[in-house]
């Protein structure tokens, strides 16, 4: 698996976790006892704590809940989905960073995005301390499939993080937004590169002006955003194949069953028009099926709000 920026650094840090001499680390890597001082100086930066003792050597004391190799080590059995990681600090969105690479099996995480995108053109607030990542699939879908994958990625986060499924694809903990998820074409029409993009509040402060909840509310601590990346991957991986090999009512019957929206009265909104009545259902296509006066519409896509009674 490619690591960009490097793997030599991943290598550095299995060693450290079993701890080892300056001496032995240089030769294993093939580099200079100087060069791996600067490497280890580099990972203190990064929130790694290595302990320094005289005989025993470097030894990893503690690793950064998120940093690109504590990445690289939850994706390691992911290699049929995931081939090669792009870590950021900072970007504008990992979803337009993921565009840009025009290929499949990236992922690209950031700790923090200065335009994270949500759909219609709004705006995903990522603030550091949060989960931001895209997916470029390595399989490609029928442009039909899309809003099923949305649904798709909701049924494996919301499972991992205990929320329910607000249509289309929001994720909620206590009727508040948790997890926003946007996905989107690049590429040719006959062969798009297909981008799943997923936000997470996890230790950042959830958005105070709008509905929304972090994990860290929710538990009362902090929690570690690479363990919950590495299950939401895993778990995406797996519905990913079900979807792929046309298994698409099973995770349709998970999703009912994850439904915060089944049931309720709603309001569907989409380029200037209005749908009302009853969410009873979706369906094999991942639309939402309203009923009205023993009417029912389906709604393909839109802004879903709930009307109380
Ligand atoms: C979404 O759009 O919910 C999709 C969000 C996808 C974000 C990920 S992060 C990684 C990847 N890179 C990107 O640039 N995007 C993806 P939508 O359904 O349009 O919801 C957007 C609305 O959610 C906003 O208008 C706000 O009301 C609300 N919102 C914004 N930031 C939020 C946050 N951090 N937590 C909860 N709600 C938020």
Redesign the pocket.
């Known amino acids: 698996m490619k690591i960009i920026p490097d793997d030599k650094t991943l290598k550095l840090i299995r060693m450290l976790e079993k701890g080892a001499s300056g001496q032995r680390i240089a030769e294993e890597l093939g580099i200079s006892r100087t060069s791996v001082w600067k490497m280890i100086k580099k990972l203190e930066k990064m929130g790694y704590k290595i302990s320094a003792k005289r005989k025993v050597g470097y030894k990893l004391v503690e690793a950064p809940d998120l940093s690109p190799y504590e990445v690289a080590k939850v994706c390691r059995d992911l290699r049929n989905l995931i081939r090669e990681i792009h870590y950021y600090d900072v970007t504008d969105?990992?979803?337009?960073r993921a565009k840009e690479l025009k290929k499949p099996g990236v992922l690209v995480i950031a700790e923090r995005?200065t335009?994270?995108?949500?759909?219609?053109g709004?705006?995903?607030?990522?603030e550091p301390g949060?989960l931001?990542?895209?997916l470029t699939l390595p399989k490609s879908l029928r442009i039909e499939d899309i809003p099923k994958l949305t649904l798709t990625a909701g049924v494996a986060v919301a499972e991992v993080v205990g929320g329910r499924l607000k249509w289309t694809?929001?994720v909620l903990i206590d009727g508040k937004?948790?997890c926003?998820?946007?996905c989107e074409l690049a590429g040719e029409v006959e062969n798009p590169l297909i981008i799943v993009?997923?936000?997470i509040?996890v230790n950042n402060q959830?958005?105070k002006e709008?509905n929304?909840i972090s994990l860290k509310d929710v538990h009362g601590r902090e929690l570690n955003r690479s363990e919950i990346l590495g299950k939401v991957l895993r778990n995406f991986a797996k519905y990913y194949e079900m979807l792929i090999n046309g298994e698409w009512g099973k995770i349709r019957e998970r999703w009912k069953e994850l439904s915060d929206t089944l049931g309720r009265q709603v309001v569907v909104r989409i380029a200037g028009r209005e749908y009302r009545g009853k969410a009873v259902d979706i369906d094999e296509d991942g639309a939402l099926l309203l009923e009205k006066d023993g009417k029912v519409t389906r709604v393909y896509s839109g802004?879903c709000f709930y009307v109380k009674n």
């Open positions: 969105s990992t979803n337009v995005q335009a994270g995108r949500g759909r219609f709004r705006k995903w607030i990522s949060g931001y990542f895209s694809n929001d937004k948790v926003g998820i946007l993009g997923i936000g509040n959830a958005p709008f929304a802004e």
